[in-house]
C-alpha cells in the first residue's frame, strides 16, 4: 500500500514477541482491503509500434490473473484483425471468465473464450469478459491505430502499479520517543501487507517479529526490536 504509516512500536532489549492477536489481524485485515481498492485502480500499458495507450483495467477476477501474468513479465500478443471493428490474439494462458452479453464500444478491452484478448475500436455485440478500457481516445483515433492490419502489442503495468510490489518501504522521520520504552516511527512507502496475507500471514509470532524487522525496520541500525506490540497504527495520510 502506497501511503505513510505511524507504527507504534515497545522497544526492549531482549528479543521477543507476545500477544499480537486479534488486533494484528485485524491491522492486517484492514490493510489488505485498502490495497484491494487501490489496485482496482491501477493502468496498464499497451505499447503498439511507437504508440503507447494507456488503459483502466477492471475489478474482477479475469484482470486480477491478467495483472498477475503483468507483474512476471510484460505480455506480447500477436493479433489478427478481424471483421473490421476488432483484434484479437491469444494471451497463451486461461483467465477466469465471467461473461455477459456485450455490446462493445471503441476501446473496450474484452476477455474472449477464457484465453483470447480482443481489442476493440467498433461496435460488436457478443457474451465477453471484460478486462479493461483503454483511456479517452476517439473512435477515429482507434482504427487508425488498430484498424489497419494485424498488429503486435505489448503489455505491461504502469510504472505506479509495479511500485506496489517493488517499493521499498523508507523511514519518513526520525526515531521519536515518546516515553520511556515506546517509541515511533514514521514510515512511507508499500508497506506490503497484502503480499503477507496471499502467502499465509504468520503461524507464530516469531513470524510477525521477523516480517517486521526484514520489512520495515531493516534500515534502522542497531535496533533491538521485541516485546508486547499492543497497538499498530496504521494511517493513510492524503
Not at 80 to 106: H, K, M, N, R
Not at 192 to 217: I, N, P, R
Not at 225 to 230: A, P, S, T, V
Request: aromatic letters at 8%; charged letters at 25%.
Amino acid at each position: 500500500m502506497k501511503g505513510e504509516f505511524l507504527y507504534v512500536l515497545f522497544i526492549v532489549i531482549v528479543l521477543g514477541i507476545v500477544g499480537c492477536g486479534n488486533r494484528m489481524e485485524e491491522t492486517l485485515s484492514e490493510s489488505a482491503t485498502a490495497e484491494t481498492i487501490q489496485e482496482s485502480e491501477k493502468k496498464m500499458l499497451i505499447t503498439i509500434g511507437d504508440t503507447v495507450l494507456t488503459a483502466t483495467l477492471e475489478n474482477n477476477e479475469a484482470a486480477d490473473a491478467l495483472k498477475k501474468l503483468l507483474r512476471d513479465r510484460d505480455l506480447t500478443i500477436n493479433f489478427s484483425q478481424y471483421g473490421g471493428f476488432e483484434q484479437v490474439g491469444s494471451i497463451g494462458s486461461q483467465l477466469p471468465t465471467d461473461d455477459v452479453q456485450t455490446t462493445t464500444t471503441a476501446g473496450d478491452i474484452m476477455l474472449y473464450s477464457g484465453n483470447q484478448m480482443v481489442m476493440f475500436y467498433g461496435n460488436h455485440s457478443w457474451a465477453y469478459t471484460r478486462l479493461g478500457k483503454m483511456d479517452p481516445a476517439s473512435a477515429g483515433e482507434l482504427e487508425n491505430i488498430l484498424g489497419n492490419g494485424d498488429i503486435t502489442a505489448t503489455f505491461s503495468l504502469a510504472e505506479a502499479d509495479l511500485e506496489v510490489n517493488a517499493e521499498t518501504v523508507k523511514v519518513n522521520s526520525e526515531m521519536l520517543e515518546l516515553e520511556d520504552g515506546l517509541s515511533a516511527i514514521s514510515f512511507k512507502g508499500n508497506d506490503g501487507f497484502l503480499e503477507f496475507m496471499e502467502q499465509g500471514g504468520a503461524s507464530s509470532d516469531a513470524e510477525v517479529v521477523e516480517y517486521l524487522k526484514d520489512k520495515l525496520l531493516s534500515n534502522i541500525p542497531d535496533l533491538i526490536f521485541g516485546g508486547e506490540i499492543n497497538d499498530v497504527e496504521n494511517k493513510e495520510r492524503n
